[in-house]
């Protein structure tokens, strides 16, 4: 129900946008949220919004530099990706979750990933 799309290879201080597409029925109601995971590391949490689009958090690594967005209307969140450094490399997931508070920790819906790599 989850499909991102939009990763590839950039260098440092490039930037890049993903998309998320969703199914009506969750981006509708569901806050929405993504993730990264780095080779040998443990996926964690990049940026989340509220269903309504008013509400946004980003980690620390990434303010500043990241910004989420959401058009309900064509079904799709996006992260849009400026400034990338190479520690930035990952796979990025797509992820919702009926509640605000709990798409950051622990969402309900999962996307496939896509993979996102920064030379250096």
């Known amino acids: 129900q989850l499909v991102e799309s939009g990763g590839g290879l950039v260098q440092a201080g490039d930037s890049l946008r993903l998309s998320c597409a969703a199914s009506e029925r969750i981006l509708s109601v569901y806050a929405m949220a993504w993730f990264r995971r780095s080779p040998g590391k443990e996926r964690e949490f990049v940026a989340s919004?509220?269903?309504?689009?008013?509400?946004?958090t980003y980690a620390n690594s990434v303010e500043g530099r990241f910004t989420i967005s959401r058009y309900n209307t064509k079904n799709t969140v996006y992260l849009q990706m400026t400034n990338l450094k190479p520690e930035d490399t990952a796979v990025y997931y797509c992820?919702?979750?009926?509640?605000?508070?709990?798409?950051?920790?622990?969402?309900?819906?999962w996307g496939q990933g896509t993979q996102v790599t920064v030379s250096s």
């Open positions: 919004i509220s269903s309504n689009g008013m509400n946004t």
């Open positions: 992820a919702a979750h009926y509640s605000l508070l709990q798409v950051s920790s622990a969402p309900r819906f």
